[in-house]
């Protein structure tokens, strides 16, 4: 079972920056793709970045596409996702996830484990 726990959540103005970490705690971390959700209030959880477990494709959410970046580091058994031009409609919960696919996938059903979640809050 692997235990992922997210960090670096804050409050941020608009056009600022967050990177997001996500320890894993599986050794065999670089066997697994690896993606990024949010959920803001009221809304359905979405897909915003995913990573192939050899980190060599990525895949972004429309919205996103352009200003966040993934990715990993298999030494650290972390993933990140660096934010930038942030704006009020990235407030959410960010959600990282694990999944045993070794191809890059979008869905929420495609991933075996789940972080608790980090609070991003984009506000002047």
């Known amino acids: 079972q692997v235990q992922l726990v997210e960090s670096g959540g804050g409050l941020v103005q608009p056009g600022g920056s967050l990177r997001l970490s996500c320890a894993a705690s599986?050794?065999?971390?670089?066997?697994?793709?690896m993606g990024w959700f949010r959920q803001a209030p009221g809304k359905e959880r979405e897909f915003v970045a995913a990573i192939s477990w050899s980190g060599g494709s990525a895949y972004y959410g429309d919205s996103v596409k352009g200003r966040f970046t993934i990715f990993s580091d298999n030494a650290k058994n972390t993933v990140y996702l660096q934010m930038n031009s942030l704006n009020p409609e990235d407030t959410a919960v960010y959600y990282c996830?694990?999944?045993?696919?070794?191809?890059?996938?979008?869905?929420?059903?495609?991933?075996?484990?789940w972080g608790q979640g980090t609070q991003v809050t984009v506000s002047s």
């Open positions: 996830a694990a999944s045993h696919t070794v191809v890059v996938v979008t869905g929420e059903t495609d991933y075996d484990y």
């Open positions: 599986e050794r065999t971390f670089s066997r697994y793709g």
